[in-house]
């Protein structure tokens, strides 16, 4: 059937129309025109939405006051990112090259508990000096597009050539002290050197000056920022939003990946005890799993998930997963919930498996969602909402 003129032009408008629409409306809400199908899960049916994806291997996510988001990449690159997915790159001045080495590179970003007033945001990265490369942390101002007079306010004791475990979470407590993760370095025995950062946990004020109430504060030659040690590579960390208890999450070899609660001084057993076992041949590392003086941990998996990334969730719009423990899987490419009663993990549920890829950071959002970011060369920040459909 051939149109008039008429009709060809009210067709030729209705389309321009539409389109016009459906581009204000991609520019408007970006993510929603690519928002995945219904998944079920055990409590609630989601979905997810990409946010902004391209980025190279994102390591840590923190949310601005504005409703933008700052984003690590491994390569060394700060990354602004507004709720339409804009990318925006965020110059870090005065600090010596980020080197990407290895698991090592620009890794976890917090902001300061009082960043409104004070502007502060914490950095952890892979710093090359004498013997090597190590874990540092530099705080710094952010104002506009720039960090301003960054300064390093913790070095890892000693540098190495190894390629792996830098650790370096990134987390304040209710009460204002900067916990700051590390791994062993690959390098076993440093865990349970007091003598040496690897492996432990550190404790600091907010300006890198170490706690007078630290463990071992007043130890001779034991390094007076350890908080605790006995840790392979922590890469995990959260606070119970019903406690303020920190929460941790560790790699461990063959299996053997840890859920603690770490206590002032403890020794949590790395590599001496272990519930993992050496690659390839699947021998004992160690002990075994228990000795007198070390800790258990709270919950473990065998096979490794290898997590990365930790959040409770205590907000309203997963009103079922209230309580709920968080954490990403790499290996299994996968999120996975953990119910929780008191400081015992009673149910696992997983999530997402095969949609998305490594997932390197889990994080609620000040909208109550939850947010995810995918370890590769083309990575993606993801929001995780209710399923519209229900």
């Known amino acids: 059937m051939r149109l008039n003129t008429k009709q060809s032009e ?58 933008r988001f700052l984003v690590t990449e491994r390569n060394g690159q700060l990354k602004r990112v507004d709720t339409q997915g804009n990318q925006e790159k965020v110059l870090i001045e005065d600090l010596s090259p980020i080197e990407q080495h290895g698991q090592g590179g620009l890794l976890d970003v917090v902001l ?22 190590g874990t540092a942390v530099a705080r710094g101002k952010l104002i506009d597009n720039r960090i301003n007079g960054a300064e390093v306010i913790f070095r890892m004791a000693w540098k190495t050539h190894s390629t792996r475990h830098f650790g370096s979470r990134l987390i304040f407590d209710n009460e204002g002290f900067l916990y700051i993760t590390l791994g062993d370095r690959g390098d076993r025995p440093r ?21 007078k109430d630290n463990p071992f504060a007043g130890r001779l030659f034991a390094k007076k920022e350890i908080y605790s040690y006995g840790h392979r590579n922590i890469q995990g960390a959260a606070i119970h939003p019903d406690t303020g208890e920190l929460w941790i999450h560790e790699h461990g070899p063959q299996g053997g990946d840890e859920i603690n609660i770490p206590l002032p001084g403890k020794n949590y057993g790395w590599p001496i005890i272990t519930y993992g076992a050496n690659y390839g041949t699947g021998t004992k590392i160690g002990e075994g799993t228990h000795k007198t003086g070390m800790e258990q941990p709270v919950y473990h998996w065998t096979p490794s998930i290898a997590p990365s990334g930790m959040a409770f969730y205590d907000a ?75």
């Open 10 to 67: 009210n067709n030729q408008l209705f389309l321009f129309r539409l389109m016009a629409a459906y581009t204000l409306f991609s520019l408007i809400f970006p993510t929603l025109a690519c928002a995945a199908a219904t998944i079920e899960t055990e409590k609630h049916s989601i979905t997810y939405q990409i946010v902004t994806s391209g980025l190279s291997h994102p390591w840590s996510l923190a949310f601005l006051p504005d409703g």
């Open 112 to 133: 300061h508990p009082d960043f409104k007033d004070n502007r502060w945001v914490y950095l952890s990265f892979a710093e090359k000096g004498k013997g090597g490369y």
């Open 191 to 211: 865990a349970q050197d007091l003598g040496d950062h690897a492996g432990s946990l550190i404790r600091l004020h907010d300006d890198g000056s170490i706690p």
């Open 316 to 390: 309203d719009r997963f009103s079922h997963w209230k309580g709920s423990l968080f954490v990403g899987s790499l290996k299994f490419r996968l999120l996975t919930r953990l119910e929780l009663d008191g400081e015992q993990v009673i149910h696992e549920e997983r999530l997402l498996s095969g949609e998305l890829g490594r997932i390197r950071d889990v994080r609620q959002g000040p909208d109550g969602l939850l947010y995810l970011l995918t370890d590769d060369d083309n990575g993606k920040l993801v929001r995780v909402l209710p399923s519209p459909d229900r």
